[in-house]
């Protein structure tokens, strides 16, 4: 016998309510109108304390989604957080999809790795380009004689950039680490400024940038 749509979502909806990897609550919707029936999609969430981690997850959400031609999901707020939630009044392969979703999240938090680490070289870019090499220049300033003192200033960024670049290949980390909420961490830039002083110095000494 076949179920119906209503029977469908009923069951699946009682079955879930045992899981506790999965969490039912009422939220309110960003443009205000009050639902239920919701699952909250882990590391997905948006706005303060969000990054490039929660930002592949909410992609591959929508794709999937896409997929069955299904709503992607909504933005929800709860305390001010911005959350990302499945609606699961829809048909059942639907939001048995997205149910698998939530439980692979649960068990590993990014769904795509590629993109997450697309993302991730993104953020590091930007946030290199912001502050990374500024406080690189200000780690080099502070450890050079008066004497043999480059003006650092006149040195171009790509080559800046191309000696730091070299040091973060032979270091066992990279040199950097986006953190949660998508800031990133440059780390060792005393380390890195010596290494980077010394080609700067080399390439001065052969007149070969």
Known sequence: MQHTQEQETTTLRH??????TVHFEEFTIHYGSNVGDYAIVPHTAIGYGAG?????????VESAMD?????PGFYVEKSGEGLFALDLEQPYEVVAA???????????????????????????????NDYGRD????????LQVEEDELDLSEIEDHVIDAAYDKWCATHCDGGSVVESGGSVYFYDLEEAAEHVLSSLYYATLTDNP
Do not use: F, H, K
Request: aromatic letters at 6%.
């Open 135 to 142: 406080d690189l220049v200000r780690a080099m300033t502070s």
């Open 98 to 128: 997205a149910v698998d979703i939530i439980r692979a999240l649960n068990d590993y938090p990014a769904l795509n790795e590629e993109r997450l680490c697309e993302l991730e070289y993104e953020a590091t870019q930007e946030a290199w």
């Open 52 to 60: 490039p981690l929660e930002q592949s997850n909410r992609e591959s």
């Open 67 to 71: 997929l069955y031609e299904a709503s």
């Open 15 to 20: 079955a879930l309510e045992g899981d506790r």
